[in-house]
């Protein structure tokens, strides 16, 4: 049944003076371009901050990650660098204390050492005055058992007495020394019964290896007088020289080689400087060193192998010399029972002990076992062959826990540890004030300098920083990647929340004008500090506020809380009412999907319009559609945007049922129209609490803009007399054409309504009618005047 006739629609042609002019179309098309580029905007806007947004984000991942490295960096480095520091000041105490030891036993080793044979001298003089005798003519009793102590604790390679023999005694020095020999046979049985472990016929065989290479010497020096190799075996006696004369006499380890009696050292190439200088100065004397490992050198051969017979006899040092300096040491003999002999006026020096001092021997047993090698610099300074000019000797040896292995000769220390040095001053050796300038050729003064070697410090020197360091980047570089994951996973997640609230926050935006979440984020932000004595935990979420805030005020029963109301009324809003005619009768031959797929393909295309056209939807309710515009802010053009709306609406429904959706849904889908009523006016608007919060909307506005849409024809528009004038208000008269008759509307009488067509496609070059059929048959009036106040 066909509640409103038939009748026919004219079609308005462009420039006509009853309907306006072709400005109204092009205001209108332009009107709805700039709605399309403003929305491409907005989207290009959000495009744009969140691009930015995701680069500040990066930007502070990578200031992070380089703050971090930094701070790694720095840790790492100031680790490493204590490190060193801790392994450097360790290096530094150990090597100071382990040159002072090496110093200070030195010193004291050598302070106690020569005062033995100092004492030994001391006793020699004032034995030989208690018995009564006089210089030369002595001779010390068990020399060889007194002698064997007096090297092990001075750890001197042998000691010889040598007695001041001038030439007024001579003859009877000669004399005595042949009438005094058993000492030689005793200090020989002496060995024999102390066990030493050399005999006689290896004693023999190194001594004519010896006279092999240093010449002729005398088979018996007790009968054959003084004499001196450089004279070849001529005898020395008064007339030859006045002397004074210093003939070897007891001596040890003795050795079998008696024609070492008698032997003058006045004139020995080297030792006759420090025996004048001794001579001279009365006090103790050392000379020069002399290091015998050159065997080309005329002498030191010989001399190797003089050594190397003294020290098969020394349990102290060495069994066989190589290389090393050695050096002479005198000391003075005091008569000390007035005899009469050449001297110091207040000292007689009647004879001199002297002793062979191996350098090597007094840097052995001076560290405790497995100290780390210390770097030691033997030096002396000499009166030389030119009076106030010193000559100078360095030999550098290398002191390894109880070992002492000689470097070789001058300063070989590095000198990157000078600043670490350890001396015992010129003092170390003999005490005695002097000047280099004023030191007589053969006398000399020494020095010892001690340095850490380049083994110490590298023992003592770990990796232990540097693995320090490594452990803490690799740590940094672990947390990193740990840190990288977790960022990456949080960031996924962050997505997954995000995307979620975004569809979320769609939807609550489809549901809630702006204001109005807004509001209700106000509310919630108000729940949570009164529910909480840390309001600071309570953080305010787009994504969840509106739903919880939405569902506290839904279980809100107490009409006290009127605060928590959100409602408000807007004086000029306009009203949209849509419906698919032909629907009913569509869908009842249709399966559920197709129905839906219908639904969601118009609704969707009418929710972009809506966005386009700033138009709030309100709801949908099976085939109905309704939305409103003024609200939630004011719009100026209310009625003409919702006119303009409702003109894409037919359109896009035309333009979806006679192409795509007939494809899909069959031909019978061709003949759906929609139907649009519209009316404006003030409404009533705000969330209503249920078991659901929804927005929705009241009013007498509502009721008549679904008495406009239940009334109007498939296809149409019809607005009311309300929304008309503001059309004509607005400039847009020309887009209304009044219905014959007007209708008749449940509760309201009759009407003057009119049909508007703002589209360009309505307006043709034709002037003739066309003719549009309605069937209403699927509508009835009365359950339309029901959807008033439909709410979402």
Wanted: hydrophobic fraction near 40%; glycine fraction near 8%; charged fraction near 20%.
């Amino acid at each position: 049944m066909n509640l409103v006739p038939e009748t026919t629609l004219p079609v308005i042609k462009p420039g006509s003076s009853e309907t306006g002019s072709t400005g109204d179309v092009e205001a209108f098309l332009d009107d709805s371009a700039s709605s399309v580029h403003d929305e491409g905007e907005d989207q290009k806007e959000k495009v744009v901050i969140a691009r930015a947004e995701t680069r500040k984000v990066g930007y502070l991942r990578v200031a992070l990650f380089l703050c971090l490295l930094c701070v790694a960096g720095c840790i790492s480095f100031a680790m490493f660098w204590k490190g060193k520091e801790s392994e450097q000041n360790e290096f530094e105490s150990y090597a100071k204390e382990a040159c002072r030891k090496v110093v200070s036993t030195f010193q004291s080793s050598a302070a106690r050492r020569i005062g033995t044979i100092a004492s030994f001298t001391t006793s020699i003089a004032s034995n030989a005055a208690a018995r009564g005798e006089s210089w030369p003519n002595v001779t010390v009793p068990d020399f060889e058992m007194q002698a064997s102590m007096i090297l092990d604790l001075a750890a001197v390679m042998s000691i010889t007495v040598l007695p001041v023999v001038t030439g007024e005694n001579m003859q009877g020095w000669v004399e005595y020394t042949l009438q005094n020999k058993a000492w030689f046979n005793q200090s020989l049985a002496f060995q024999e019964a102390n066990g030493v472990n050399y005999s006689l016929p290896d004693w023999k065989k190194d001594v004519d290896k010896m006279k092999k290479v240093v010449g002729t010497i005398p088979n018996n020096g007790f009968e054959d007088g003084l004499f001196r190799p450089s004279t070849g075996r001529a005898h020395l006696n008064a007339s030859d020289e006045t002397g004074p004369f210093f003939p070897w006499w007891q001596f040890a380890p003795v050795m079998p080689v008696s024609g070492l009696v008698n032997y003058d050292t006045s004139m020995h190439s080297t030792r006759k400087y420090p025996i004048r200088a001794l001579m001279e100065t009365g006090g103790a004397v050392i000379s020069n060193a002399f290091d015998y490992a050159n065997t080309s050198h005329p002498g030191y051969a010989g001399k190797q192998l003089f050594l190397n017979l003294i020290l098969k006899h020394w349990s102290v040092g060495g069994k066989h010399y190589q290389e090393g300096p050695v050096s002479d040491l005198y000391f003075p003999v005091f008569d000390m029972g007035g005899a009469s002999n050449i001297g110091l006026d207040d000292k007689k020096v009647v004879a001199m002990m002297t002793a062979y001092i191996y350098w090597q021997a007094y840097f052995e047993d001076i560290l405790p076992p497995n100290t780390k090698p210390v770097v030691v610099v033997l030096e002396n300074v000499c009166g030389g062959p030119e009076k106030g000019v010193p000559v100078e000797q360095q030999f550098t040896y290398e002191v390894n826990g109880e070992r002492a292995e000689y470097i070789g000769a001058g300063d070989l220390h590095d000198p990157s540890y000078d600043y670490l040095k350890e001396t015992t001053g010129w003092q170390g050796f003999l005490s005695g004030d002097f000047a280099p300038e004023d030191l007589m050729q053969g006398q000399c003064f020494y020095n010892v300098h001690a340095y850490p070697s380049r083994q110490m410090e590298d023992s003592l020197r770990t990796n232990e920083p540097l693995y320090f360091m490594l452990v803490v980047l690799a740590t940094f570089a672990v947390t990193s990647l740990v840190f990288m994951l977790y960022d990456h996973y949080v960031e996924q997640r962050q997505q997954v929340v995000m995307t979620k609230a975004v569809q979320s926050t769609e939807v609550v935006q489809e549901l809630f004008p702006e204001n109005v979440r807004e509001r209700l984020f106000e509310e919630e932000a108000k729940a949570s500090k009164k529910t909480s004595n840390f309001p600071f935990l309570h953080e305010v979420k787009p994504d969840d506020s509106i739903t919880a805030a939405s569902s506290r005020m839904s279980t809100t029963s107490d009409p006290n809380h009127a605060r928590d109301v959100v409602a408000d009324l807007y004086q000029n809003c306009t009203v949209y009412f849509a419906d698919i005619a032909g629907f009913t009768k569509w869908s009842s031959n249709r399966e559920p999907t197709h129905v839906f797929q219908l639904l969601e393909t118009l609704y969707g295309a009418f929710d972009r319009l809506a966005k386009r056209h700033k138009v709030f939807k309100v709801e949908t309710i099976g085939d109905c559609y309704l939305g409103i515009t003024g609200l939630p802010q004011p719009q100026k053009d209310h009625a003409v945007i919702m006119v303009k709306f409702a003109g894409a609406c037919v359109e896009k429904m035309t333009q979806l049922t006679q192409t795509d959706l007939v494809e899909h849904l069959g031909e019978e889908t061709s003949q759906l129209k929609l139907r649009v009523g519209i009316h404006s006016g003030p409404v009533t608007a705000g969330v209503l609490r249920g078991e659901r919060a929804r927005y929705q909307i009241f009013g007498d506005t509502v009721n008549t803009a679904s008495r406009m849409e239940s009334n109007s024809l498939p296809g149409m528009i019809q607005v009311s007399a309300e929304t008309a004038n503001l059309l004509r208000a607005a400039n847009r008269g020309a887009w209304l054409t009044p219905r014959e008759g007007g209708i008749e509307a449940k509760g309201k009488g009759s009407l003057d309504t009119y049909w508007v067509q703002p589209k360009a496609t309505a307006y043709t070059a034709s002037t003739t009618s066309v003719p549009i059929s309605c069937d209403a048959s699927s509508r009835i009036v009365d359950e339309a005047s029901e959807k008033s106040g439909i709410s979402l």
